[in-house]
C-alpha cells in the first residue's frame, strides 16, 4: 500500500512520517511519534483510553485515519504538563484526589477532561459523569475522577476546592 507524508502538530512540535491510508491516528502517534500514553483499550470505540485533542475536539484516536489528521493540532497527555515541568490543574487533580489506579484510562480521561472543562468551566456532577461517559474506567468506579475534575475547575478558576459530601 503506498504510504503517504503526513505532517501534523503534536503538544507544540511538528510531527512528520509516512502512514499508509488505513493507519489509524493512535498507531501513528505510538509508534512514529513514540508518544505512547494514548492507550488502546478496545476496538469498537468504546473504552476513550486513546482520546486526545484535536483542533479543538475529544476525539477518540483509534476511530480517525493518521491522513486525517494531516496539518492537525493535536493535545496528548504528553503536552499536558505546564511548561515548567509541574502538573496540569487536571494532573494534580487526578492526583490529589485518588484519580486513578491502574492508570491506563487516565491519559485519555485527562484529554477528554481538558476539552470539557474548555466547553463548560463549571460543570455540575451529573455534567461531569455525562461529560466524561465516552472514556471506560475498570479501576476507580468513577467517583474519584469526577472530584479530580472537580479539583481541577475550581483550581482554574481560582475558587477553593469544597469536596462533596458523600
Ligand atoms: S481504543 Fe477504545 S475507544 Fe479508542
Ligand atoms: S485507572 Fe485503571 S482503567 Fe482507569
Not at 513514540?34 to 486526545?52: D, K, M, N, R, V
Request: proline share 4%.
Amino acid at each position: 500500500m503506498p504510504k503517504t507524508h503526513v505532517t501534523m502538530k503534536v503538544n507544540g512540535s511538528e510531527v512528520e512520517g509516512l502512514a499508509e491510508p488505513r493507519t489509524l491516528l493512535v498507531h501513528f502517534l505510538r509508534e512514529q511519534a513514540q508518544l505512547t500514553g494514548t492507550h488502546i483499550g478496545c476496538e469498537t470505540s468504546h473504552c476513550g483510553a486513546c482520546t486526545i485533542d484535536i483542533d479543538g475536539m475529544s476525539v477518540k484516536s483509534c476511530t480517525m485515519l493518521a491522513v486525517q489528521a494531516n496539518g492537525a493540532e493535536i493535545t496528548t497527555i504528553e503536552g499536558m504538563a505546564n511548561a515548567d515541568g509541574t502538573l496540569s490543574p487536571l494532573q494534580e487533580g487526578f492526583r490529589m484526589m485518588h484519580g486513578l489506579q491502574c492508570g491506563f484510562c487516565t491519559p485519555g480521561m485527562i484529554l477528554r477532561a481538558h476539552r470539557l472543562l474548555k466547553e463548560n468551566p463549571s460543570p455540575t456532577e451529573a455534567e461531569i459523569r455525562a461529560g466524561i461517559s465516552g472514556n471506560i474506567c475498570r479501576c476507580t468506579g468513577y467517583q474519584n475522577i469526577v472530584k479530580a475534575i472537580q479539583y481541577a475547575a475550581a483550581k482554574i478558576n481560582g475558587v477553593e476546592f469544597q469536596e462533596a459530601a458523600e
